[in-house]
């Protein structure tokens, strides 16, 4: 009796995939490591030349602002995204909790041009914000919001919100409502209650959406890009510059290598940082 | 791989001569990791036999039916059914029916494309399946029941479905794997009947698995006792109740009073225990490597104990420290210095019992010249 | 039940709390909608009159219509390549051990956190390197490995709940593996395959970043081609392009929700 019938036929083709990934991860550390050819698509020589030029201020400055950036925007998410993810899974109506999880989820379906032009339509000088500043006389001139770091951060918490609260939300379904009940006939009120009990038991879920929301928010391109309009620079919006604009490939290569290993560096360190915290989830 | 199951049997022994079994194990052993699940296991089932595997969890009972089924691959020993050597066929060609606790009835299909899932696999052709479908749902009385879902039925009806579509393809065996653990009491019992019932219409050889050894008692043809991987008795459920083979059988089939006791003398295959001045004669077996003089542990039914007065010759004196009411009988506890901390339970029927023996009154206790038996001290009790 | 003030105090700002974060989330799609109607050609607001063209000019534009086409055709066999992939992976991976299994694994599921523009780029190289063609192949296989690991996981959580002891019984009933798999485990898995492929494509489709690296004039999809449009022209074509975006999705989410039941394709149900 054959233990694993069908075996090759349902690996294979993921196999051949995870190739593909390899492969194309492996061109990108190759031509980090080459030499840049002005003018064609080809690469030159070894050298370390790329990440040479990544020491450059520029290049420290975006690398700086990125991470500020997912930091801000990791921790903004994890704000708004709590209270959602804890509505959602404990109201009890089915037609509040479909409408909260549509509401919540949608955005993250618009895909990442619409949502970051509606955001231009919002922040911009003639746009939503600075019309009701100026209607409701808060304001004199119209404040810049557009093209600026605080932009960018806003646009991105939007864009983040749905992922956050989806793991949030998955977390908090495991935390039994019972224990809250036992705390409060214990004599804690809801918010002791929800401090003690509630809150370091949905430290996984918390861990999980930060890393995530921290990796997505590096990832993004298309709401520096438009929202901060040159004025803002990631270190996503630099590889575009210097893969198309330069069609310098061996430098964006060396960017996003740098950009890749400071992830992880920084997830993992996330990881340790509230590893203690973890704990206090009893997990 | 395959091996055709009209393949002759090749093990060249005196069993070749006898009737074909149902089912044989000839030594089947069966490893998880490091843990052996079930050490050796040697066993036959007849044709026809309502065969119960009974035992606590653990013991390796459930382990045995997914060998026999061929969901699990064996690691030693052969298997076959009606002859034929199946060690490495694979389940779906094996030919069982397999009943489970919590009925697996296949959420998208109906009753009927339920129990005519095996008959569809057979390549049976459709009209004569659907007679044969109609058979099933008779003989389970859920006639008329053809296109209900499962999610529609109750847990009751759900089992039976499960039953008729197990029989419905004329298995060789029919595996049951404590089908009706998840059911209420009267469910259980009236379940219990109809399938004896079922079973016995049909001749089909049927292995029962189950923890509780009244539904063994009252289903088995023979009963096959097990604990930690190993089969300890196998026989008739008589037997099993009066002549347990050693004290793991003694304590978990019924329930027994153990009464330190010490050997006396042996009289041909039996012996004679003494408690003070009490001789209680036993089965000499149990005992064969011991000599006179050695301690054993008497064990007793309750029903085979007697309260009397305390006063008296060849009575054992105790104080009763329990009465609990049962319906039909009276269970009352007693404690007497013979058995140490031990309480005895003793069986008493009909409710004088209750005013005659109250909570603290001193009574004698008697016990039977015959009908007990015997164990050396120690040992496991399960 | 008494509550004390501080109780229902309490509970009365968490609704305001929630209601004010689902109005942030809200806020983008509901003023882009009524820029969407503004009949001026600047991307202002509030509009002082209201008009269609926008919505005409969506709908009629070439670039949007050939990027629409494009991004269908990439979205449908993006998803179906990954569904069929990931789906088997996923049943190789929760059944049997296998070498290689954790590494595939790790590999696949890897564009969680692998930069989409890093993968874009790492494309284009290898495209470039390896002489392939910078047609729509690359732009499938591209998506296929971004949407893989959200198959994967459906699936995976779909498999955990199926009761083994079905497919059990179907064996003893003289089903062969095979059989198995297609009369017991696949029509069983079937909503949670169906809602997996749906979450792909609606992700394919929108895919952005990556995209824009791997695809050229002919083959850009949707998203590519209204971001060339933002960054020449200011109308509010975009904006009406947007609102049927917005409209379409919610419809689609709200359909997935009622028949498949989203909660459990994201796990986010109550399990009592």
């Known amino acids: 009796m054959t233990k694993r019938p069908f075996l090759g036929w349902f690996v294979s083709p993921a196999g051949l995939v995870a190739i593909g990934l390899v492969a194309t991860m492996a061109a990108v550390f190759q031509y980090s490591l080459r030499a840049h050819i002005p003018g064609s698509l080809d690469a030159g020589g070894f050298t370390l030349a790329n990440f040479a030029g990544l020491l450059k201020p520029l290049y420290a400055r975006a690398f700086l602002q990125t991470v500020l950036l997912c930091f801000e925007t990791a921790v903004l998410t994890l704000l708004l995204g709590y209270p959602l993810a804890y509505a959602l899974v404990r109201i009890r109506s089915r037609v509040l909790k479909a409408t909260i999880l549509i509401i919540s989820v949608t955005p993250l379906f618009l895909g990442e041009v619409v949502r970051t032009y509606s955001w231009m339509i919002v922040l911009g000088s003639n746009g939503f914000l600075n019309s009701l500043l100026l209607g409701l006389s808060l304001v004199e001139k119209p404040v810049q919001l557009m093209f600026t770091p605080f932009g960018v951060v806003v646009a991105l918490v939007h864009v983040t919100l749905p992922v956050m609260v989806i793991m949030l939300a998955a977390a908090l379904t495991h935390v039994d409502r019972d224990y809250e009940k036992a705390a409060e006939s214990l004599g804690a009120g809801p918010v002791r209650a929800f401090l003690t009990v509630t809150l370091p038991l949905s430290m996984p879920g918390i861990i999980a959406g930060v890393t995530t929301a921290f990796a997505w928010t590096f990832s993004a391109f298309a709401t520096p890009q438009l929202i901060g309009g040159g004025q803002v620079n990631t270190v996503s919006t630099l590889v575009y510059q210097l893969g198309f604009a330069s069609f310098n490939f061996p430098f964006a290569a060396s960017l996003s290598v740098a950009g890749l290993t400071l992830t992880l560096i920084v997830m993992a360190l996330l990881k340790r940082v509230m590893r203690p915290l973890e704990r206090m989830g009893g997990h | 791989m395959s091996i055709s199951l009209a393949e002759p049997v090749r093990s060249g022994r005196r069993d070749d001569v006898r009737s074909e079994a149902a089912v044989r194990l000839d030594g089947v052993t069966k490893r998880f990791g490091s843990h052996t699940a079930l050490h050796e296991a040697w066993l036959r089932i007849e044709r026809g036999e309502f065969m119960t595997l009974l035992g606590p969890s653990g013991c390796g009972k459930t382990t045995l039916l997914n060998l026999i089924a061929g969901f699990l691959e064996v690691d030693g020993g052969e298997i076959f059914i009606d002859g034929s050597l199946v060690t490495e066929t694979p389940a779906h060609r094996r030919e069982i029916g397999i009943v489970f606790q919590n009925y697996a009835l296949f959420p998208h299909m109906s009753v009927a494309r339920n129990i005519g899932y095996g008959l569809r696999m057979r390549g049976v052709p459709k009209a004569e399946a659907a007679r044969r479908v109609e058979q099933a749902l008779a003989l389970v009385k859920l006639s008329g029941y053809e296109d209900r879902r499962p999610r529609e039925l109750s847990g009751g009806q759900q089992q039976r479905v499960a039953l008729a579509r197990a029989l419905v393809i004329r298995p060789k065996v029919l595996l049951l794997d404590e089908p009706f653990s998840a059911l209420d009491k009267n469910l259980r019992g009236s379940m219990q009947v109809e399938l004896k019932e079922i079973q016995r219409k049909l001749g089909v050889t049927t292995v029962f698995v189950t923890h509780d050894q009244g539904e063994a008692l009252s289903m088995s043809d023979r009963i096959a006792v097990m604990s930690a991987g190993r089969i300890r008795q196998i026989a008739a459920p008589d037997d099993v109740y009066r002549q347990p083979a050693d004290r793991f059988v003694a304590s978990f089939v019924g329930d027994a009073n153990v009464i330190p006791a010490r050997l006396a003398e042996r009289r041909g ?9 009490i001789a209680v004669t036993v089965p000499g077996q149990p005992l064969a490597d011991l000599s006179p003089g050695a301690p054993v542990d008497l064990f007793l039914r309750p029903e085979q104990i007697r309260v009397t007065d305390p006063a008296g010759a060849e009575v054992l004196p105790g104080t009763v420290t329990a009465q609990v009411f049962q319906g039909d009988h009276i269970d009352v506890y007693v404690q007497t210095p013979a058995a140490g901390d031990r309480r005895l339970l003793v069986r008493l029927p009909g409710p004088e019992a209750a005013g005659r023996w109250p909570v603290g009154a001193r009574v004698g206790l008697t016990v039977p010249a015959t009908g007990a038996v015997a164990f050396p001290t120690g040992g496991d009790d399960a | 039940m008494r509550r004390s003030l501080a109780d229902r105090s309490l509970s009365v700002l968490g609704r305001l709390l929630v209601v004010a974060i689902l109005g942030f989330v809200v806020l983008p799609a509901a003023v882009v909608t009524i820029a969407a109607f503004n009949s001026k050609a600047i991307l202002s607001f509030p509009p002082d009159s209201l008009s269609f063209r926008w919505f005409r000019q969506a709908l009629t534009y070439d670039d949007f219509r050939s990027g629409f086409r494009s991004g269908i055709v990439v979205t449908l066999w ?93 064996t003893s009933l003289g089903a062969s593996p095979g059989r198995v798999l297609l009369t017991i485990t696949l029509p069983l898995l079937l909503p949670g395959l169906v809602s997996g492929w749906l979450f792909a494509a609606i992700l394919s489709f929108n895919e952005f970043t990556a995209t824009l690296f791997v695809t050229t004039q002919r083959t850009q999809t949707l998203p590519v081609a209204m971001y060339n449009y933002v960054r020449e022209y200011a109308d509010p074509t975009l904006a009406a392009l947007s609102v049927i975006y917005i409209a379409a999705t919610a419809a689609l989410l709200g359909f997935a929700n009622a028949y498949l039941g989203l909660g459990k394709v994201l796990n986010v149900d109550q399990p009592r």
Do not use: K, W
Request: proline share 4%.
């Open chain 3, 78 to 170: 993006a998803s179906t390549l990954a569904l069929v992939v990931g789906a088997a992976f996923a049943f190789a991976l929760h059944r049997y051990r296998f070498r290689f299994r954790s590494a595939i694994e790790g590999v696949l599921l890897s564009p969680l956190i692998i930069p989409h523009f890093t993968i874009g780029l790492g494309l284009l190289m290898l495209s470039a390197q390896a002489g392939l063609p910078r047609g729509y192949g690359l732009v499938v296989f591209c998506h296929v490995v971004l949407v893989l690991p959200f198959v994967m996981r459906s699936v995976y959580i779909s498999l955990e709940n199926l009761d083994l002891r079905l497919e059990l019984a179907a």
């Open chain 2, 269 to 277: 295959d039996m012996a004679v225990a003494v408690l003070g001045d």
